[in-house]
């Protein structure tokens, strides 16, 4: 498996509280993503980065933001959770194309 | 912009029958394709990849795809089902001409009939 660690696994919160992730990696591949899986609608890019410092938005940004100030981790920060933010978030990694990205073995997300 | 169509959010077919599991894409340069299986409480994993190397690619568990850039389509097939191929699959696009985003399908549950 590609060397890819997601923290927490697990996290219950409340509505209106700040919330972050975490996606380490120790493989030094370029490409992060933040991906959210909901029922019916299969994985959404919420953000990616190409690079440290280097960030984009995906299909589903709204009420996310992310930091990567290392290679090796990417942030991804609710500012407010919602409960249309439950759901289970993958990170993803790649080097450059055409290679697939890898993937992390997800968090799930409850906010109630 | 790009994207990914995946017909059927579910699909059954009997142990033994021939799986069929269809993906159309849409990009303005031809992409790199993939094929995901992820199976229950656990992360994707990659089945196969087309990367113009050549249009009938061969992945694990017997599974195999063709690119036909008239169709705009990377169908899934596999010869014979197994129960234990029951899970669920996405169809993920990425263009060539830049290193940025992979977008993915909706998804396919496929169902195993004994």
């Known amino acids: 498996d590609a060397g890819i660690t997601q923290s927490p696994r697990h996290k219950v919160t409340e509505t209106g509280t700040p919330v972050t992730l975490r996606c380490h990696q120790t493989e030094n591949h370029r490409y992060m993503y933040w991906y959210r899986q909901d029922p019916g609608h299969g994985l959404r890019l919420i953000h990616y980065s190409y690079g440290v410092k280097d960030t984009d938005k995906g299909e589903v940004s709204d009420g996310y933001s992310v930091s990567r100030s290392k290679t090796e981790d990417f942030l991804l920060t609710l500012e407010s959770a919602t409960s249309s933010q439950t759901s289970v978030y993958f990170c993803?990694?790649?080097?450059?194309?055409?290679?697939?990205?890898?993937f992390g073995q997800g968090t799930r997300l409850t906010v109630v | 912009a790009q994207s990914v169509t995946q017909l059927g959010s579910h699909v059954s077919v009997s142990e033994g029958a021939l799986v069929l599991l269809r993906c159309n894409y849409s990009s303005s340069v031809p992409p790199y394709l993939f094929w995901y299986v992820q199976y229950p409480n656990q992360g994707l994993q990659l089945l196969l990849k087309?990367?113009?190397?050549?249009?009938l690619v061969k992945g694990i568990n017997g599974f195999e795809a063709e690119f036909k850039k008239s169709e705009t389509s990377f169908h899934l097939t596999k010869p014979s089902a197994h129960m234990s191929d029951a899970a669920e699959y996405f169809c993920?696009?990425?263009?060539?001409?830049?290193?940025?985003?992979?977008?993915f399908g909706k998804g396919t549950r496929l169902h195993i009939l004994p």
């Open positions: 993803a990694i790649s080097e450059i194309q055409p290679t697939e990205a890898f």
């Open positions: 087309y990367t113009s190397a050549a249009t």
């Open positions: 993920a696009v990425r263009p060539m001409n830049r290193d940025d985003k992979i977008i």
